[in-house]
């Protein structure tokens, strides 16, 4: 194998990597704000898919009855429909039409239904950090239609920023706040999700002002500082209501993730043996 093909696999093996790791970041932040609609967590996918598809069926069979009913209507008064100028063959029930809404987000209701889709868009997700990672994670959670989205970082956009971020315009984009046009470009994917660049300084809001990070509905930290992690981790965990913690750290061929989230089931197990 020669090297120009070797950089090709190398370059393939990058970019699954990198997919995989937004794609399995997304689907934790989806679970998190799920889970916060209920007293426990509760992974029912198959019966939601089944109860989806029972339901459409169902729906299907009852207005061929309605029609069937209103072809035998029509033909015990073929004279009333034929003032009309109408054919028996075209007297049907026409179903009511979806809303804008429900056509935009028709695949993803059958899947978590109206009930998921209402957690999705009541949430706020705080991202620290306007990396091409960061933006990639919230790329997935602005599509399917997410509440409110804050971008924190005080960085301006450097020249590797603007070369490896799909959400920054280029060289155009270079020495702005990285916060504000990966906000501004993320917000044309959908005019319903609302996006909010926030400049201030991580580690001066912890000091300051520590109850900024506890109003959301999860925060995803992306290659933040080690002792400020800690800082952030102790804080969101002292007390149950505090939202839950993703950390992604990530370079190169490399990545890894951790999540910190409490208990959260209706009532605690108590052991009496």
Known sequence: MDIANVNTLAHAIVLDLNDTLVLWITYLARLFFFASMCPSITLALGKTTAAAVIDKTSRSSANKKRRAVKKKKAAKEPQDVDNQGLDIDDVTVTAD???????????????????????????????????????????NLVLPGIGKFTILDHSKVTPEDAGNNFFLEGPSSIGKSRAEEAVRLLGELNDGVEGVADTSNVEELLEKNPSYFTSFTIVIAHNLEPTLVDKLSTLLWSDDSHPPLVVIRSAGFLAEFYIQFSEHTSEHYVDTN
Do not use: C, F, M
């Not at 039409?97 to 993803?108: A, G, H, I, L």
């Open 97 to 139: 039409q979806p809303d804008s809404k429900s056509r935009r987000y028709d695949r993803q209701l059958r899947l978590w239904t109206a009930t998921g889709q209402s957690a999705l868009e009541n949430a706020h997700s705080l991202v620290i950090s306007g990396s091409a990672t960061s933006t990639s994670i919230l790329k």
